[in-house]
C-alpha cells in the first residue's frame, strides 16, 4: 500500500516533472510554494522553447497567476485590451461583444494577451529565482515503479528517481503513452491554425483602429487579429480553418507540428480565404498576411474524453490528460487549476498517494469535460461555408448582437461563468 503523505514527510519528499512547458513550469512553482515538495524538471528539448504566437488568460486563471506570485510580472508584458469586434467579409462592423465585464466584476481580473515567448520567460525565472531544477535534452523512454519510488529513465541512459511523478509533456505525453494510457491516442480536430506575428512598425494601421480582438468570419475560416503586447508593438495574427486531415503538417507532437514555414507557404491558403474581404478592412487583413515573414502551421490535435489519468505514483496534468481545442482561451487557465488543486490534496497528509490521484481525478473531471465541449463547439466555427450561408450567418449574428445589448443580457453572465470559478473553493 502507497505510504501516507506524513510518511512521505520524514525525509524529503521529492517530484519528478516530465515536462518543461507552463505546465511543467507552473506545477513547480506551485508545488514547491505550497508543499515544500522539492520539484525536479526533465524537459527533452535542448532548451526552453519559444513556439507559439500569443496566449489569452481569463480571469479564472489571472486570478491563479496572481495566487502565484507571477501576475504583475505577466501584466506588464501582455496586453489587456477586452473588447472583441466582429467585422464583415464586405468591410463593415457587425458589432462589438463583451466577454469579459460580467467575470472581471466578479473576480477583479479581466483578460490577459500574452506571447507565448514571454509567459516562458518570467516562469523560468521565477524557478530560477526559487532554485528549482530544470535538465534540458532528457528525452524519456522508460518508467519503472517500485513500493515506495518511482523512477524515470531516459535515452541519454540517465535516471531520476522520486516519491511520485508528473507527466507535464502535452498531448503526446510520454509519461501517458509509456506508463499511464498507452490506449488513448491524440485526435486531430479538423482544425489547423495558421498564425505569425508582426511588429507594427512592419505594419502600420490607423491608431485605435485594432484595439482588442478583430474578429472576421471568412468562408474558409476565422481570421482574427490582435495586439500581444502591452506597448502594442507587436500584433498577433490567427486564421482558423477546417481541413479534412492535418495536410498542413506533422505528428501531434506539440512542438514539431507547429512548424516554421516561408510565408510563401500560407500566401494561397489566405489569399483565397480573404479574396471577398471588402474596403480598408479586407486590405488591412490581406496586408498583414503578406506581411508576415514567417507563418507557423498548428494542427489541432485533442484526446478524446474518458482517458486514465493517473497510475500507480504517476499522475498526467494539463494537455496530457485532458487535451482540448484552443478555442474557449483555457488550456493555460485549466493547467494552473490542475496543480493548485493537487497542491491542496498533496498538502491533506492524512491521505495515502493513490486517495490523492483517486480525489484529484474524481474533482477535476467534470469541469474539464465541460470546458472541453464548450472548446470543441466554439471550433465548430471554424468550418467552411458558402457564400449565402456566410451572408445568413452574419446577419443572424448581427440581430443577436443587437438583441443582446437591447435586453442588456450581459447582466446574466452568458458565456462568462466559467471564468469566475475558483479551484480553491472547490470542496474537498
Known sequence: ?????????????????????????????????????????????LEPTTIGGAIRIPSNGLRLLRRLGLYEELALRGSRETNVVLHSVQGFVIGQLDMISWSEKRTGFGLLKIRRSDLMDVLYGAARKAGIQVHFGRKLVEIEEGDQQVTAIFSDGTRGTADFLLGCDGV???VRKLYVDSDIQPEYSGVTDIYSLVPTYDRPTPVGMLSGLHVTFTGAGMFAITSATRSSDENYWFFSTASPSPALR??????????????????????????GGQGEWGDLLRDFAEKSKTVRFHPVFTLPLGGVWHRGRCLLLGDAAHAMSPHSSQGVSMALEDV?????????????????FKTYDQKRRPRTEEIYRTAKDLGKMRKKTGPWQ???????????????GALNLLKLGIGQQPMVYDIEKEEL
Not at 250 to 273: F, M, P, V
Request: hydrophobic share 45%.
Open 1 to 45: 500500500m502507497a505510504p501516507c503523505l506524513s510518511e512521505l514527510r520524514n525525509a524529503e519528499t521529492i517530484v519528478l516533472i516530465i515536462g518543461g512547458g507552463p505546465v511543467g513550469i507552473a506545477a513547480a512553482l506551485i508545488l514547491k510554494q505550497r508543499t515544500h515538495i522539492a520539484p525536479v524538471i526533465y524537459e527533452a528539448q
Open 172 to 174: 503526446s505525453s510520454s
Open 250 to 275: 506533422g505528428t501531434s507532437d506539440g512542438r514539431e507540428e507547429q512548424k516554421l514555414r516561408h510565408a510563401d507557404d500560407a500566401q494561397a491558403i489566405l489569399r483565397d480565404a480573404l479574396k
Open 340 to 356: 493548485f488543486l493537487l497542491s491542496r490534496l498533496l498538502n491533506r497528509s492524512s491521505l495515502p498517494l493513490k486517495d490523492v
Open 390 to 404: 456566410l451572408w445568413l450567418n452574419e446577419l443572424i449574428l448581427t440581430m443577436v448582437l443587437y438583441c443582446y
